[in-house]
C-alpha cells in the first residue's frame, strides 16, 4: 500500500514508529513550502492523509488531486486555524519562538496530546515563525460546497486545538465524505491512525 502523510505544525517523524517506515512522510514549512505541495503529491497513490495544517493545506490548494488517491484522510482539518485557535495566542508563540523557541513547541506538542514530544531541532526555528505566520493568514473561503467522495474527515473528539466548532464548520461545506469522530486529542495515536488507514 503507498501511502503519503503530510504532517503539521512542528510535526517530527520521531512522533511515529511506524508510519514513516511505511509513508512518504511530508512536513510543512522545515520539509517543503506550502507552494510545493501540489508537485510533490502528484504521482498519487493508495491513501493520501493530511493532519491538521497537512489536511488544510491538501484541502486548499490539492482538492484536485484527491482522485488520483483511492482514499483520502483529513484528520484535525480546518478552513481557518484562528476559527479555534485565536489570532492573539498564535502571535504570543510566535514572540515565545524568539525568546525560547524550545517551549513553544513543547507546550504545543503537549496541548496536541503528544505523549512523547519530539526534541525542538534549533534550524527549524526560521521556518517554525513562517508556520505560524501562515497558520494566521491561511484561510480556505468556499463558494458553494466541496464533493469529496473519496475522501474521510477525522475529528478527535478531545480535541484542544481544532474544537468541535471549526470542525462543524469545516465538514457543513464537504459533501460526499465520510465523518468519523474519535476519541483522543488534536493527535489521535498511531495505533488508531493506522487502523484508520488499513481499515
Not at 484541502?59 to 485557535?85: G, M, N, Q, W
Not at 519530539?118 to 501562515?134: N, R, T, V
Request: aromatic residues 10%; glycine residues 10%.
Amino acid at each position: 500500500m503507498s501511502i503519503v502523510f503530510v504532517g503539521g505544525w512542528a510535526t517530527s517523524p520521531q512522533q511515529y514508529s511506524l508510519l514513516p517506515e511505511s509513508a512518504r512522510f511530508l512536513v510543512p514549512f522545515t520539509g517543503f513550502d506550502p507552494k510545493e505541495l501540489p508537485e510533490l503529491i502528484s504521482e498519487g497513490g493508495d491513501v493520501l492523509v493530511g493532519w491538521s495544517t497537512g489536511a488544510h493545506m491538501l484541502l486548499k490548494d490539492c482538492r484536485h488531486l484527491f482522485e488520483l488517491y483511492e482514499k483520502v484522510f483529513l484528520i484535525a482539518p480546518f478552513l481557518s486555524f484562528t476559527d479555534s485557535f485565536p489570532t492573539r495566542l498564535v502571535r504570543g508563540m510566535i514572540a515565545g519562538m524568539e525568546s525560547d523557541p524550545a517551549a513553544v513547541v513543547n507546550s504545543f506538542h503537549e496541548n496536541c496530546g503528544e505523549t512523547n514530544p519530539p526534541a525542538y531541532a534549533p534550524e527549524d526555528k526560521d521556518s517554525l515563525i513562517a508556520g505560524l505566520e501562515y497558520l494566521i493568514a491561511s484561510k480556505i473561503e468556499p463558494e458553494g460546497v466541496f464533493n469529496l467522495p473519496n475522501c474521510t474527515l477525522v475529528h478527535g473528539l478531545n480535541d484542544r486545538i481544532v474544537r468541535s466548532k471549526a470542525f462543524g464548520k469545516l465538514a457543513a461545506v464537504i459533501d460526499g465524505a465520510d465523518i468519523l469522530n474519535i476519541e483522543g486529542g488534536h493527535k489521535i495515536s498511531e495505533t488508531q491512525l493506522m487502523s484508520i488507514i488499513k481499515g
